[in-house]
Nanobody
Framework: QVQLMESGGGSVQAGGSLRLSCVIS????????MAWFRQAPGKEREGVAG????????FYVDSVKGRFTISRDNAKTTIYLVMNSLKPEDTAMYYC?????????????????????WGQGTQVTVSS
């Protein structure tokens, strides 16, 4: 059974940076789609960035393009989200999610129900 564990959240000032990590355990997870979602209080869950771990193809929601970078380690056991130039509107609980599927793309960021394994989240707070 696949499990995900996020870490790296924290509190930063606007303009600062954070790196989130998502460790994958329980299985060799190749050819899967992985993504970072976030949810602020009172708002719907929003897809932020995704990666097809087999091909390395990455995709982002427009609001974070040029600021966030998703990547994976060579062993494909950890997914990272480097967040630069953080803004107060980036404040949210950030979740890592995955599903065994090849060929995911940016459209998957609007379909959280497609993902069947989720981590417990890590809080990111950006102050102005």
């Amino acid at each position: 059974q696949v499990q995900l564990m996020e870490s790296g959240g924290g509190s930063v000032q606007a303009g600062g940076s954070l790196r989130l990590s998502c460790v994958i355990s329980g299985d060799t997870y190749r050819g899967s789609c992985m993504a970072w979602f976030r949810q602020a209080p009172g708002k719907e869950r929003e897809g932020v960035a995704g990666i097809s771990t087999g091909s390395g193809f990455t995709f982002y929601v427009d609001s974070v393009k040029g600021r966030f970078t998703i990547s994976r380690d060579n062993a494909k056991t950890t997914i990272y989200l480097v967040m630069n130039s953080l803004k107060p509107e980036d404040t949210a609980m950030y979740y890592c999610a995955t599903v065994m599927f090849r060929g995911c793309n940016s459209a998957w960021l609007s379909r959280p129900d497609n993902f069947n394994v989720w981590g417990q989240g890590t809080q990111v707070t950006v102050s102005s």
